[in-house]
């Protein structure tokens, strides 16, 4: 089953010191459960991605065996028979084939880190396979008088032996970011009946597992609502889980209704799309059956994907070495301009050059975003509960230009370097208290706050389509959040790559509402 679409779904339903204080804006928060209170209020690790530390693993073994190949073979070989490409191409291939077996051999996994017995035992066997097959090769090809015998066993004995030592040194960080919860998918539990017992209870019996599951939420308020889960205690109500889940760190929301609940499913769906995590609903206690590969699994636990949490594991990686590298060229090639408008902000009014605005960030959370000062001091709006339009007495003459250019934004390559709360290309950080008329943004659109899935970027979709500036009617917010959306269902790099160079031409020509 493919995850639903989030389009589909949207449619269906300084100087900081310097700068003035920050007025306190009101935050439309939820009462929360005493028992999800002590969740939220325990400190939480950042979560390491699987996928991408079995990849640096396979990486690992690649260039360690290949380092002790060649080490051994410009140390005893090469002197006396000189140097030949044929060997490090021969050691390139036996390293490769090793990480091959290794993956075959499901070596791969993180719960296999942990443990020490299996893991070397299939690390032998699967090396002895390696240079059994080398060894194979090297034979009916008739190159075995050309392959020094004592090189070969010194390859494979020491290459063992660097394997058994990157493999113990692994098994200690992999238990020690597991005892820090660093692995762990820290999971709730839709369903506060039989059913999310049973689920509970499957997840609990799993050997290895990386479920931790942080308790349960129910609508319901009569006998069929269970205030325990087989351990897992009822946290609160469906409505609670967008404010849970934006207080501490939460990777998998799971329902445990049956798929003929569709109508309920539906309506907690509506509420739930617009967090990052994955929504997972439990099989396992459904008659109806559908093909094996239409579940994904929670260890033997099959479950049907609804949403996954966009760019996650190697995206999110890609995503940092972009953010950083091209925002750092950007930053070095723009510190000449950015000193140019400084100081004709500085000689334009007094006041300081930066202004500093509460925005929102990835998932709700509010972040610090400078820019440089547009607005005469003694009128700067930090809470934006006023749109500028145009011809606004607030804005100064430097303001309109930098305005205008978005000069004003450059100083947001200090966050995209050095902070890291914002990217270069992303939906654009709205202020906390932005308004349509006399409505915040997420009461004028449904699935405003979807946006917010990944982290705000400088520039993005909605704007090189000329969606930018004053927003002074419902069409304007709209379109803003479904390009939004439409970019973070079909990111990757050479999409932002494309955004950020479309960029500059769009700042000529499709300027009209900014002001």
């Given at each position: 089953?493919?995850?639903?679409n989030?389009?589909?779904?949207?449619?269906?339903?300084?100087?900081a010191a310097?700068?003035?204080?920050?007025?306190p804006?009101?935050?439309?928060?939820?009462?929360?459960?005493?028992?999800?209170?002590?969740?939220v209020?325990?400190?939480?690790a950042?979560?390491?991605s699987?996928?991408?530390?079995?990849?640096?693993?396979?990486?690992?073994?690649?260039?360690?065996?290949?380092?002790?190949?060649?080490?051994?073979?410009?140390?005893?070989v090469?002197?006396?028979?000189?140097?030949?490409?044929?060997?490090?191409?021969?050691?390139?291939?036996?390293?490769?084939?090793?990480v091959?077996?290794?993956?075959?051999?499901d070596?791969y996994?993180?719960?296999l880190?942990?443990g020490?017995?299996?893991?070397?035992?299939?690390?032998?066997?699967?090396?002895?396979?390696?240079?059994?097959?080398?060894?194979?090769?090297?034979?009916?090809?008739?190159?075995?008088?050309?392959?020094?015998?004592?090189?070969?066993?010194?390859?494979?004995?020491?290459?063992?032996?660097?394997?058994?030592?990157e493999?113990?040194?692994l098994?200690?960080?992999?238990?020690?970011?597991?005892?820090?919860?660093?692995?762990?998918?820290?999971?709730?539990?839709?369903?506060?009946?039989?059913?999310g017992?049973?689920?509970?209870?499957?997840?609990?019996?799993?050997?290895d597992?990386?479920?931790?599951?942080?308790?349960?939420?129910?609508?319901?308020?009569?006998?069929?609502?269970?205030?325990t889960?087989?351990?897992?205690?009822?946290l609160?109500?469906?409505?609670?889980?967008?404010?849970?889940?934006?207080?501490?760190?939460?990777?998998?929301?799971?329902?445990?209704?049956?798929?003929s609940?569709?109508?309920?499913i539906?309506?907690?769906l509506?509420?739930?799309?617009?967090?990052p995590?994955?929504?997972?609903?439990?099989?396992?206690?459904?008659?109806?059956r559908?093909?094996?590969?239409?579940y994904?699994?929670?260890?033997?636990?099959?479950?049907?994907?609804?949403?996954?949490?966009p760019?996650?594991?190697?995206?999110?990686?890609?995503?940092?070495?972009?953010?950083?590298?091209?925002?750092?060229?950007?930053?070095?090639?723009?510190?000449p301009?950015?000193?140019?408008?400084?100081l004709?902000?500085?000689l334009?009014?007094?006041?300081?050059?930066l202004?500093?605005?509460?925005?929102?960030?990835?998932?709700?959370?509010r972040?610090?975003?400078?820019?440089?000062?547009?607005?005469?001091?003694?009128?700067?709006?930090?809470?934006?509960?006023k749109?500028?339009t145009?011809?606004?007495?607030r804005?100064?003459?430097?303001?309109?230009?930098?305005?205008?250019?978005?000069?004003?934004?450059?100083?947001?390559?200090?966050?995209?370097?050095?902070?890291?709360?914002?990217?270069?290309?992303g939906?654009?950080?709205?202020?906390?208290?932005?308004?349509?008329?006399?409505?915040?943004?997420?009461?004028?659109?449904?699935g405003?706050?979807?946006?917010?899935?990944?982290?705000p970027?400088?520039?993005?979709?909605?704007?090189i389509?000329?969606?930018?500036?004053?927003?002074?009617?419902?069409?304007?917010i709209?379109?803003?959040?479904?390009?939004?959306?439409?970019?973070?269902?079909?990111?990757?790099?050479?999409?932002?790559?494309?955004i950020?160079?479309?960029?500059?031409i769009?700042?000529?020509?499709k300027?009209?509402?900014?002001?």
């Amino acid at each position: 089953m493919e995850p639903l679409n989030a389009r589909s779904m949207l449619d269906a339903a300084t100087s900081a010191a310097a700068a003035p204080v920050d007025k306190p804006f009101v935050e439309r928060r939820r009462r929360l459960s005493p028992a999800a209170l002590a969740l939220v209020n325990q400190k939480v690790a950042r979560a390491y991605s699987p996928i991408v530390i079995a990849g640096f693993v396979r990486l690992a073994d690649f260039v360690l065996l290949s380092l002790v190949g060649t080490v051994l073979y410009l140390g005893y070989v090469a002197p006396q028979t000189g140097f030949h490409w044929e060997y490090l191409a021969a050691i390139s291939a036996v390293a490769a084939a090793a990480v091959i077996c290794f993956q075959a051999a499901d070596m791969y996994q993180v719960q296999l880190f942990r443990g020490q017995l299996r893991q070397m035992t299939r690390m032998i066997s699967s090396w002895s396979f390696v240079f059994l097959l080398f060894i194979g090769i090297s034979f009916f090809a008739r190159l075995g008088s050309e392959v020094s015998r004592l090189w070969l066993a010194a390859f494979f004995f020491l290459g063992l032996a660097a394997l058994v030592a990157e493999r113990l040194a692994l098994r200690t960080l992999v238990r020690t970011w597991a005892r820090e919860g660093r692995l762990d998918r820290r999971t709730i539990i839709v369903g506060s009946d039989r059913n999310g017992e049973e689920l509970v209870e499957a997840l609990k019996a799993q050997e290895d597992s990386d479920i931790h599951v942080l308790g349960v939420f129910d609508d319901r308020n009569d006998s069929r609502a269970l205030d325990t889960c087989a351990g897992a205690q009822k946290l609160g109500k469906v409505d609670d889980i967008v404010e849970f889940a934006r207080r501490t760190r939460v990777d998998l929301v799971l329902f445990a209704l049956p798929i003929s609940a569709e109508t309920r499913i539906l309506e907690m769906l509506k509420k739930l799309w617009v967090l990052p995590v994955d929504i997972r609903l439990s099989a396992h206690t459904n008659k109806l059956r559908f093909r094996p590969r239409s579940y994904s699994y929670l260890g033997e636990v099959p479950t049907l994907d609804v949403f996954e949490a966009p760019i996650t594991d190697w995206d999110l990686v890609m995503k940092w070495l972009f953010d950083r590298i091209v925002g750092g060229l950007a930053l070095l090639a723009a510190l000449p301009v950015m000193a140019l408008v400084a100081l004709a902000v500085k000689l334009d009014s007094p006041g300081p050059v930066l202004f500093r605005q509460k925005r929102f960030g990835f998932n709700n959370e509010r972040i610090d975003v400078y820019k440089f000062r547009s607005m005469y001091h003694h009128q700067a709006d930090l809470t934006a509960s006023k749109v500028v339009t145009k011809n606004d007495p607030r804005v100064t003459r430097v303001g309109r230009f930098i305005r205008k250019t978005s000069l004003d934004e450059l100083p947001q390559l200090f966050n995209v370097v050095f902070s890291g709360n914002l990217s270069l290309v992303g939906p654009r950080p709205h202020a906390v208290q932005g308004k349509l008329q006399s409505r915040l943004f997420d009461e004028a659109v449904d699935g405003y706050f979807a946006r917010h899935r990944v982290k705000p970027g400088i520039t993005g979709w909605a704007q090189i389509n000329g969606w930018r500036g004053e927003i002074d009617n419902e069409e304007k917010i709209q379109k803003r959040v479904e390009f939004d959306l439409y970019y973070i269902e079909n990111w990757s790099v050479l999409f932002d790559l494309y955004i950020l160079l479309k960029t500059p031409i769009s700042l000529l020509t499709k300027n009209e509402n900014a002001y």
